[in-house]
Nanobody, 115 residues
Framework: QVQLVESGGGLVQAGGSLRLSCAAS????????MGWYRQSPGKQRDLVAG???????NYADSVKGRFTISRDNAKNTVYLQMNSLKPEDTGVYYC?????????WGQGTQVTVSS
């Protein structure tokens, strides 16, 4: 069993920065993919950024050059550094870890970017 706890969300003005953290408890040694997803009001949950077990990162086109995903293996934590935030980045951000046969989600953290 894996538990994911997100933190770091909040209210920020456009152009500002936030860093989200996702702390994982339990055994995540054999994960395939860890990612951050965003769900904006009235929209589906979409992948924002993710990293494979081999350390390969990928990003949604809308956040490339502004967001950076990183991992601290010693702390079982994945981060999402978000710079140059825009109002359209507003939403609930969820952390996800994907294994071969199962997947886990965090409870989500709200990010609100004011114009």
């Amino acid at each position: 069993q894996v538990q994911l706890v997100e933190s770091g969300g909040g209210l920020v003005q456009a152009g500002g920065s936030l860093r989200l953290s996702c702390a994982a408890s339990g055994s995540i040694f054999r994960f395939n993919f860890m990612g951050w997803y965003r769900q904006s009001p009235g929209k589906q949950r979409d992948l924002v950024a993710g990293v494979t077990s081999g350390g390969i990162a990928n990003y949604a086109d809308s956040v490339k050059g502004r967001f950076t995903i990183s991992r601290d293996n010693a702390k079982n934590t994945v981060y999402l550094q978000m710079n140059s935030l825009k109002p359209e980045d507003t939403g609930v951000y969820y952390c996800n870890i994907n294994f071969v046969t199962t997947s886990y989600w965090g409870q989500g953290t709200q990010v609100t970017v004011s114009s």
